[in-house]
C-alpha cells in the first residue's frame, strides 16, 4: 500500500503499463482486422439472412432492440463462427502470449502489466471470431474503458489522499534499517563470553534473521532510489540528501561483514571445540569416512576461546558503547525526518532543532576512536618485538569497529548539518547538484573502505524481487591480459562459423531455455484452452460462452509458473483464495439480498463492513496470490449476481445467474484453468526449480574461485595503475552480484520441496548449507581482496612466503572449489581423496596457532612491517581453506563419492 501512495513511481509505473497494454491493445486490433479479411462475406450475410428469418417466425412484431437482443444471442452461439478467421485469432494469441510471458520472465517486475495484457489478449482471441465481417463491436471498450476508470480512481487516490514523496519512503526504509542494525550491534564479543554453547547458536541464528531483514528493507529502498531528487517533496533533506543518506546506510549495512566474519568464526571454534561437524551435532557418514573431515578442521580444541572473548571485548567495550549511542543517535535522527506530523508542521512552524543527542554521540564516537588509535600505538611501541601469540578475531572484530566507526563518523557528522535546516519544499530543479558533492560528502579514509562495501552477506531471506534464470546480474566473463593472435583469414573462418552456432544457439535456447520453454507451454495451454470457442459444428462454442469459459482460460494463463514449485504453490494459493473470496461473497450477497434479487443499499452497508476488515489484510498479507484471486473471486460473483438481477436495466446475455450459481461456476472454472496449467507444467518435461538452484551454485561457486584466483594475483602483483585497479574493481563488486543471485534462490529452495521427485533425491539442508558456505565466503573474499591490496612491500613478502599462501594450498583450495562446481554442474559423484588446503607438515590445534606459526616465521618484520593485515591475511585465507572442504563434503554427501584420483 506504501507503494501505491508514492506519487512520481506510482504515475511512473502506470506510464509504463499503459505502454504495455496499448501494445497489446494494437496487436489485438492487428488481428481483428487480419481475421476480417480473411472471413467469407458472402457466408457471413447468408448466415445473417438465415437468423433474421428465424427471430421473425418466432415473433413477428419484435420491437428493433428485442431484434437486436435475439440476434445477439445467436451469435454468441457461435453461428458465424469461420476456420480462417478462428486460425488467424489462434495464431496472433500464441504470439501475443508467447512474447508477454517471455518478457514477465525477464522483466518480474512488470507481473501485474503482463496480468493485464494477456487478459485483453484473451478477450480479442475468444470473441473476435464471433463476429461477422459487418457486425462492429468495439472489444477494446471491454477492458480498456475499465481499465481507464481503474487508472483515473488509483491516480487520483495517489495524489490527493494522504500523498508521500519518494524521499519520505526512502527515509523510513533507512529508519528502518539503522533500527535493526542497532540490534546487530547488540551481539558483542561480551555477550558472546557469557553464552554457552546453544545459546550461541541461538544468537548467531537471531543475528543473521535480523541482517536478512537489514538487506531486505535495502531491497525495498532500491527500488525507488531512482526517483529521488526528480520530485517535490518537503522536509529537512533534499532528495539529493537523501541518496547521500542511503549511501552512507549502505556503507554501514556493508561493514557488518566483518561482525559476520567474527562471530561465525567463534561458531565454529565453538563446535569443532566439541566435536561437532554439523550444526545438528550428527556427524555425516561423508564426513567420517573422508580425508576432508570437519572434525579436523583448524578451529578446534581452543580451550582459551573464553579468555580471548574476554580480552576482545575488554579492549573495545567503550567503543562499542560509542557505536551504539551513535547508532540510536543516527535512528533518531531518521525517526524525526520520516515524521508526518513533523512534516506537515513544519509548513506553519518550524520544528524545533535536535542537536544535542547527535553532538554528544559524535563526540563520545571521535574520543573512543582516538582512544583506539592511540591504544594500538602504544601498545605497538611496547610490545617490540611483536607478542608471540597471534589473534585472528582480535583482528576481525577491531577491523570491524575501525571500518564501522568511520561510516557511522560521517553519517553523524551530515545528519547534524541537515539537523540544522528549516523544512522546505524541494522542486526538482533545486535537487540537481553536481556530482562532486557527493564525491565530497564520502571523503573518509578511503583505506578503510575501499574494498569492504563489496561485500554483501545474507541468509534464506525472502527478497523483493524474483530471480531471473540462467543469468547472474552484474557478473561477466572477463579473461585478464589475453590478446587474440589470429590471423585476418582466421578470423573470417570463425565469424562464418560463429553465424552458424549463433543460428543453432538461438535455436535451442528457443526450445530448452527456460525462459522460452515457459513461455512456449503458456501459450500452447492459452491455445488448447481457447479452442472450444472456436468449434460450432458441436455446439462447444455456445456452452464456452454461455458457461464463462474465458474464466478458466484467464486463471491458466496467469497461473503458469516458471519452475514447477512456482505452479504448484500458485495452484494451491489460487485454489485457497478462490475459496476465501467465494465464500465471503456469497455471505456479502445474501446479507444484502436477503430473500430477494439484490438491495443497493443492503450491498453498500455489506461494503461498507467488507472493505474495513480486508483493506488491512490486502495491506499486510504478504502472499498477493491468494488475496488477488479472493478480491477477483468474490468481485465476480457480487458483480455478476447484481448485474443479473431481473430488474436490470441492461440484462447480461446468458448470465451465470446470481449468488450460488456465479460461486460454483467461477470456482469449477478456476479450478479447471489451474489444473491445466499444472499438468502442461509436468508434461512433456517440467522445469524443476532444483535443478535451476544446483546449476546457479555450480556457476556460483565457480566465480567465488576465479575471484579467490584474483585476489592471489593481486597479492603477487598489485595494481600498478588505474586500469588495472578499475578492472580489479569491477570484478570486486562480483561478488555482491553473486550474493543478490543467492538470494534470490532461497525462493527456489523453498518450492523446491512442492516439486515431484521420483528418479533424484533432494535434499533442502545440504543446498542450504551451500548456500550459507557461499555466504561465508563472500565475506571472506572481500575481507582478503581489502587486505591484500593495501599491503606494503615487506608485508607482502612475507604474506607470499608464509605457509597458507604457498602454492600448494592455494591450488587446493581453488581445485575444491573448482571440483564441487563440476559435481554440481554435472551431479556426477566427487573423488573420495580430495586434495587437502591444510599445512602437510603439521596440524594446529586452532587457527590462532596457525597464523601465530606464520608470523613468527615472516621473513621482514621491520620498519612498514602491518603485523594486523598479515594477521588477517593469513587467518582468512586458512578459513577460505577449510570453507572448501566444508563445501567439498557437503557434494560428497549430495552426489556420492567414487575412487578416481584428482
Known sequence: MKLLSLVLVYLTQTFMGGIVVCAVWGWSVLAMKLALLSRDAAKDQATYATVNQTIFKENPDMQPAQIEGRFLEQVFTGIFLQAGSSAIYAVFLFIGIYLVFLIRAFVPRLFFIMVFGSILLCIYATLGPLLPIWYAVELGQ???????????????????????????????????????????????????????????????????????????????????????????????????????????????????????????????????????????????????????????????SAPALKDLLASVAASSDRQIRALQRGVEAFTNFLDRETGMSHTFSGIFKQPPIATEEMEAALSELKQAIADAAASQGEKSKADKPYPSRASYLHEVWQLFLCTFSSELETALEFALEIEKRPVKLWFPGRQNG??????????????????????????????????????????????????????????????????????????????????????????????????????YDNGSAEFYYREKGLWALISGVTAKGLFSGETTFGFVQRLLGVIIGGVVALAMWYISAGSGHGNAYGLAAVFAVSLALFIPWRIWNPNFLTHITATTSGALIIGYSWYDRPDSPVPEIWGPGQGWEVFWRRELLVLVGITAAWIIDLFPRPKPGRDHVRRVYSRTISELGNIGALVIKVLHNPPKNATEVSLYEQRWSEL??????????????????????????????????????????????????????????????SAIASGAFSSTRVAATLNLMSIVSSGLATERPLPAILPSPRNPSREYPDLDSEVTDALSKASDTSSGFDRTAFILAEGTWVELGSIAEQMAVEAQALFGTNMSWT
Open 142 to 300: 471491454i477492458f480498456m474503458i475499465p481499465y481507464g476508470y481503474y487508472l483515473a480512481i488509483t491516480i487520483a487516490c495517489s495524489i490527493f489522499i494522504v500523498p508521500q514523496s519518494v524521499s519520505h519512503a526512502i527515509t523510513e526504509k533507512l529508519h528502518a534499517q539503522t533500527t535493526l542494525i542497532k540490534e546487530a550491534l547488540q551481539l558483542s564479543p561480551e555477550r558472546l563470553r557469557n553464552m554457552d554453547d546453544n545459546q550461541v547458536a541461538a544468537a548467531i541464528a537471531e543475528w543473521d534473521d535480523t541482517r536478512n531483514q537489514i538487506i531486505q528493507q535495502a531491497d525495498l529502498a532500491t527500488l525507488q532510489t531512482g526517483f529521488l531528487a526528480r520530485e517535490i517533496s518537503m522536509q529537512k533533506a533534499s532528495g539529493k540528501d537523501v541518496q547521500r543518506l542511503v549511501e552512507m546506510v549502505k556503507m554501514m549495512r556493508f561493514c557488518l561483514s566483518g561482525q559476520s566474519i567474527f562471530i561465525r568464526h567463534v561458531h565454529r571454534r565453538i563446535k569443532a571445540a566439541a566435536g561437532s561437524t554439523r550444526s545438528d551435532g550428527e556427524k555425516t557418514p561423508v564426513a567420517q569416512a573422508s580425508q576432508t573431515s570437519v572434525e579436523s578442521l583448524p578451529y578446534a
Open 434 to 535: 553536481s556530482a562532486e558533492d557527493v564525491k565530497k560528502a564520502h571523503a573518509v579514509p578511503q583505506a578503510m573502505r575501499r574494498r569492504i562495501e563489496m561485500a554483501l552477506g545474507g541468509d534464506a531471506v525472502l527478497p523483493f524481487e524474483e530471480d531471473i534464470p540462467e543469468r547472474i546480474e552484474g557478473v561477466e566473463s572477463l579473461e585478464l591480459g589475453k590478446e587474440s593472435t589470429m590471423s585476418d583469414r582466421e578470423r573470417r573462418r570463425s565469424a562464418a562459423l560463429s553465424i552458424i552456432q549463433r543460428v543453432y544457439r538461438a535455436v535451442d535456447w528457443f526450445f530448452s531455455s527456460v525462459e522460452s520453454t515457459f513461455s512456449l507451454k503458456v501459450g500452447i495451454l492459452a491455445i488448447c484452452l481457447a479452442v472450444p470457442a472456436w468449434i
Open 736 to 797: 555482491r552480484a553473486i550474493s543478490s543471485k543467492l538470494r534470490l534462490t532461497s525462493v527456489r529452495l523453498l518450492l523446491a520441496k512442492l516439486e515431484p521427485d521420483i528418479n533424484k533425491k533432494w535434499n533442502p539442508e545440504r543446498y542450504a548449507m551451500l548456500q550459507r558456505l557461499q555466504y561465508d565466503t563472500i565475506d571472506l573474499l572481500s575481507i582478503l581482496a581489502f587486505v591484500c591490496e593495501g599491503l606494503d612491500p615487506s608485508t607482502r613478502t
